[in-house]
């Protein structure tokens, strides 16, 4: 099987994925080094973590009974896999979407069904609720907004594909803070629904590794089971504790990002033969007339990194840019506009 990799050459201007542009501000990265210094390193950090469970539970209105921590959230979606699904069962997904979940997938030996998103890149809510109602589905994918299409499922929708599924459905929200559209609410009326939560992106902590899931006690229980003990790092987790409640420092830079979203998309727009598609994510994809090749080496050339997806399903000519500072967004567009101009 091919693994998860990434090309990933030296370039200024680095739009390939989808990190924050911002990093944690020096007095947050200072409080959290001052108590990680004065704590000690030669003990496990507390066997469960219940203080930073109980700070994240809070934002959401749940008790820290729903919060699982993980080393990232890419570790909690693969601790998801292993506990519900085994070989042979079913798992719906999506696509275009982020490849890991079919990678998980294909370790655990499923039977992977995918639904394709409509033309317009709209997720088929009708289908999907079809598939995830067969048999033998173990887990359904959602991941909204979606990587790499910048497309969202509503929550209604969300709601009427976790009543009709015969078994968990998890909803990745890697991107919430771009948006504002959560499926947290439809927790307590729907307890096969996990979602899934990151630091890396609005919170610019994407070095640290900091994910959490919330799910119903019963459901996060199980998936408890599979994850490692002390999974999350000492370090990590005084930083969990620091960083959860920056509500104003994540909304300001998520502002930024989405109003650097709408220019960058009016941008690509007057730009001859390529199609921008709308995005609620802090990345926006778009097709190219020309050979998408061609144009990410020309922009590589001119220093500046996106990523190449035209080996995704139904996007041959797809390429995504990660919304960046207005100055590397206005290097992305000027570097652009000279590779189709060449
Ligand atoms: C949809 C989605 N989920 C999860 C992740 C990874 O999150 P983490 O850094 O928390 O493991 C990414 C990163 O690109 C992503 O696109």
Redesign the pocket.
Known sequence: MSGYTLVQPDCPVKLN??ECPFDVPEELKREIVDEALASNWGRYPGFVPGEVKAAIGQRHGLGPEHILI??????L?QAVFQAAVGRGDRVVLPAP??T?YALMGRIAGADIRTVHLKRDLSFDVDRLKEESAQPGVRLVVL?SP???TGSMIQPEEVAAIAEAATGLVVV?E??YEFCGVSCIELLDRHPNLVI??????ALGA?GL???YLAADPSVAREIEKVKLPYNVNAISLIAARTLIGQDALIEERAALIRAERQRVYEGLRELPGIRPYPSHANFILFEAERPVAGIFHGLIDRGVLIRDVSRYPMLERGMRVTIGLPEENDAFLKALREVLAA
Request: charge should be positive.
């Open positions: 994925q989808n993980g080393n990232g959230s890419n570790e979606i979407t982020f890991l991941c979606n990587n790499p990745d890697a991107y899934t939560r990151t630091f890396s992106k994407a590794r900091l994910g």
